[in-house]
């Protein structure tokens, strides 16, 4: 039907236009990638279950082009530099059906603070697998870690509800559940939850405001965490 239309209107003006008439340019492609800026603050730096840092910005650009993306992430503490650290991150993505995928990767994380007098490595590296879902407005992820450099392997699984608020804002939970085991010493188990309500400011702009909590079962280390977080994501 759009055709038959779009034919009678170019016999109806047809009589108006002239070879000398410019041709309509053809509109231009979207772009084959994109650009995500996320910029957010968090009173507390948690992962996997354990603090590593007080009140922190954690600036990260991520490049998604097709199925493969590219990022960089940062953690940079407002009151201390000791705990910087540099993640540089790709991996790629296969479509399993259409609601679920195969997610491929690799993290480099970089501790500039770190050196021979701390005996601690400055960089690892870690390859990763996971599986992720959705079932409605549920999400769920399964993903396993391994860490060459640190020789830990790490099973993490995730679960994750969103419901719309209005037209700008949406409530999300997200639940999460991990073990990490070393070649050497003890395994352990951590928990956390989070909730979330971004808002979007525009078309390219969004609003986020969370509260987190986890813990662990390491024994002699401090097992209760609570933070929040709050930032602004741009996408180009």
Partial sequence: MKKVSLLLATLVTGAT??????????????PSYSVTVDFPYASKYVFRGVQYAEDSFQPSVKLTSGSFYLGLWTNQPITS????????????????????????????????????????DNTTFEGYVGVTGTFGSFTTGLYAFQDFTLKNFTIQGTVGYSVPISDKATFSLLGTIGNVSPDAGDDYTYYG??????????????????????????????????????????VF
């Fill in 81 to 120: 530099n000791i705990d910087n650290e540099i993640d540089v991150y790709g991996g790629y993505g296969f479509k399993l059906s259409d609601t679920w995928s195969l997610d491929v990767g690799a993290t480099l994380y970089y501790y500039p603070e770190l050196d021979d007098s701390t005996g601690l």
């Fill in 193 to 234: 939850i989070g909730a979330t309500v971004p808002y979007k400011l525009s078309d390219t702009a969004t609003f986020t405001v969370g509260l987190q909590y986890a813990t662990h079962d390491i024994t002699g280390l401090d097992d209760s965490h609570f933070w929040g977080t709050v930032g602004v994501t741009v």
């Fill in 17 to 30: 236009l002239s070879a000398a008439d410019p041709v309509p340019a053809p509109a231009p492609a979207a």
